[in-house]
């Protein structure tokens, strides 16, 4: 579903992202993690065809996003970690107009359910300026599965929300992957990978430095000790600073 | 405390200084920079320091028209005028501040200062210091920039210097003024005193003192007749009478004592304007200082939509877009299927102000061919004068808007540029995008030019030899032609100022970043961009207009000028078409290639 090989990033003279390979599968989710800098946003950008990489290849649902984008973008959908809205739209012009950009038929009768799912139904009249900073997330999620995209992209999608839409957003994230969506997310949260993620990957200055599912990375740098915490294993991993 | 706020802004000033100074290493810095000098100095240094140059020839020709008066002493006449008439306008300034604000405006703080000031240890009064040392730089930077500007000004007389501590007297003055009425409206506000009752007092007590300066006109002076427009100095000496006397005279005395230090013309005066502009300065420090209120809430509230008001202006939008609260219905339905690019119009134009629809244009086309209709029924010569001047007046607001329209119609990708991950995410092609961003500002302009167009066409008239050449059916031939052209002319523009954020994104990051100011460097950087602009228009416009050219000489022989100015229409349109298609493919292209995470950094 998601298939990166080689991928590599610079800017000027500094490498962000250093020949990553991945690949996900339909159903599985994974965690992108490491120190700040270490590469996950730029990674989920280049994967999502938002920056072109310098290098490598990145398939999204059999079509390579630098010579098939649409194609590739038709599938995909990425969830920034600051919900980018326009002012003058209301939560259901928001989604009419996400809608004949992708061009979702009947529309409505999916925006029906995706709203109250979210929990934002009542306020579909209303402007992002008179929505919350969780509601105007859960607006920006609602416009990237209105599509219902096969591969999903999550750059910290926790941020900003209260302890239930905390809840709600795991959920929904394993619901889409239980119903065959390829999803990836980044996250400082260890404990939103302990929850949701099938896998991980830890990134360090832009280097792949472990991959695999959780008991796999556990067993990695457990170094044979018994219930070392996740926290522990990625300062680990990581060496314990972002240099 | 005070201490503290002047390391902080001499600190930040300074640290602000050296961040420029770095930034210049970079070229769009620099080349903005040299351009924004030159254009500084030219514009108001080359006239400084003395009476040579250009400045001894303005001199002269001021002395010149004011000797050329009427009346010997015009210039003691115009100046106590001058003052006048600028003591009545910081009249209507200051009245804003009691008539405008709907709730309580607060002081002025920004939001650090708020996080800083408001929760440390120190009393009401300092915070107020605070505001008032704090308003003092930028009130010293203003007062420096004006004096640049009125040092033009040499009919006041004065120089520089006086001209600079003019400034400061008015600026500081009204800033006091301004703070005290700020905290004398939250005071009302806690005694239970409502936004309506104050503003009918304060308009009650205006049209008191106009009530009052009518009945001593009445009473006292005398009507103007005709005697008083008679030339300058009648007229002058009339408006001295009314202003100086009276009611009105007695309300103006603090202002003219404000604006004397700036008026004075020489060094005498302006030392002797110097006691009574104290005076009232410190009889506003007082009371400003006697305000024990409360303030902080207000000023919060301020401070955060402020800064929305700054973000919104970052992100491209207009200063008012931050305001609108309401939401309202999508300008016409917009199914699911069918082509994107019409879901960016609808988009846009839900941005726009709601009188940007169709109904509007057709309502202000019916009004102008009725208008017109009777415009043309009159036949005296006072009808056929204001024809033309109608006439000229929509010809020039047309081209006003086909030229500089592009530049104030924002609603396309300049105004999405801070959403440009999230459509980059879109499965549509660059071009298919660009061409939806633009739909909107094309199809406003367009009907704006149209209506200009329609009431041109309508009232103007060839006269003389222009009517043997131009018949009317070759007059509305160039007129639709024009028409025709129009949204293809404002889509190329808008094309290519759209295309300068694709092309030069970290400029027009910049540019977008520093807000509404920003310095000489970015000030040349907006010059470079508008001239750049000019050049590409001109070289994409000359083509077509070459061909049109070209065309109705060669065939208007053959098949008479409508049908050639038809033929020649239809050929630019080919050619305008052809180049909005070529820069929205090229474009379009170079979006799919722009990297937003790059390019866009500070």
Redesign the interface.
Known sequence: MIEVSGLTKRYGGFTAVRDLSLAVQPGEVLGLVGPNGAGKTSTLRCLAGIIPATAGNVRIAGHDISTDPVAAKRALAFFPDEPRLFDYLTIRQHLNFVARIYGVADHEAIAGPLLEELEIADKADQLPGELSRGMKQKLAIACGLLHSPSVMFFDEPLTGLDPLGIRRMKDSILKRAREGAAVVLSSHLLHLLQEVCSHVLILKKGEKIAHGTLSEISAQFANGESGVSLEEIFIRATGGSEH | MLGALLYLRLTSLKNQLISRAKRLRQLKYLLGALVGGAYIYFLFFRNFGGASGSRGAARTAATQTLAALPSSEALTQTLPLIAAVSALLLLGIVMLAWVIPSTTPGLRFTEAETAFLFPAPISRRTLIHCKLLSSQFSILFTSLFFTLISNRWTFLGGNALTHAFGWWFVLSTLNLHFTGAALTLSRLVESGVSPLRRRLTVLGGLAVVVGLTVAWVWRDLRAPDAEDFAGVAPFTAYLLGLLDHGVLGALLVPFKFVVGPFLAPDTRTFLFSLAPALLVMVAHYSWVLRMETSFEEASLAAAEKRSATLA?VREG?SVF??A????RP?PFY?????R?E??FL??NL??TATYFNLRVLATAAAIILVGSKWFLSGTTPDIRAARVVVGMISLTAGAYVLLLGPHLARQDLRGDM??A??L??????GWELLLGQILTPVAILTGLTWLCLLGAALTLQPTGRMALLLTPSGQWAIALGIAALTPFVCALQLLILNGATIIFPAWFHSLRAAGPGGGIELMGQRLIFVFGQFIVILTALLPASLTALALIFATQWLIGATAAIALATLVVLVVLAGEVWCALWWLGERF??L????ELRP
């Open positions: 919104s939008k877009a931050s609108r609260t309401h939401a999508g917009l199914g699911s299927s069918g994107p019409l879901a609808w988009k839900l941005s801070p959403h991950d999230i980059k995410t879109y499965p549509l092609r799919d290639r990297d937003v995470s790059s």
